[in-house]
């Protein structure tokens, strides 16, 4: 029980670059599997820590549940040379996933080229979730996604450019890595 009490204390002490490393490892695990174990491991130690009145978290994990099916939604749409037409669909399928925070949106683009795909989505969300513990983003619910905004308590406006930016990250990513595919596969 003291070592709990312990860890609670540190968690209501984060700053700087500890709350940073903390939103970091957060934002991997809620990429790392696409919504298996490891992001559920990730949703019982947020929860555990909104109990105890610590919601930061919370708030960066249930926003980078949206970021791998967002970035891959836009990405299928702004790189459209470098998807064919079924990724293309399977783009607006993951951009609904992504407004309700259902991470599992982005396995289809994983099934298809995992390597990428999986460094691209842990790449940004990792970011975005450092990021967002330093803007300090809160939310009081347990789940995510732009539908969750309004259980946002801090930093409601960074919520939303934070996990653009995870999403950015992840377009950049595809751009640079994932080469063009050739005229008659992407129709």
């Known amino acids: 029980m003291i070592r709990y009490k312990f860890m609670i204390q540190c968690m209501y002490q984060l700053n ?27 949703t019982a130690f947020t929860l555990a820590l909104m109990a105890e009145g610590i ?17 891959m939604g836009l990405a299928s749409f702004l790189l459209r040379s470098r998807f064919d037409a079924a990724d293309r669909q ?3 399928s993951a951009l609904f996933l992504s407004s309700a925070g259902i991470t599992e949106g982005a396995i289809p683009f994983a099934g298809k080229d995992f390597r990428r795909t999986w460094i691209a989505c842990a790449v940004g969300t990792s970011i975005a979730g450092a990021v967002g513990m330093m803007h ?22 960074w919520y939303v450019l934070d996990m653009l930016l995870g999403a950015g990250i992840i377009v950049l990513i595809l751009f640079l890595w994932k080469p063009k595919l050739d005229a008659e596969t992407t129709h």
């Open 136 to 157: 300090g983003i809160t939310s009081i619910v347990a789940f995510g996604g732009i539908v969750a905004i309004t259980g946002v308590v801090d930093g409601k406006l």
């Open 90 to 92: 399977l783009g607006i």
């Open 55 to 71: 919601l930061g978290p919370n708030g960066v994990f249930r926003m980078c549940c949206a970021i791998p099916p967002l970035g």
């Open 16 to 42: 700087g670059t500890s709350a940073m490393a903390l939103g970091l490892g957060i934002g991997l695990l809620a990429a790392a599997d696409f919504g298996g174990a490891c992001s559920k491991a990730a």
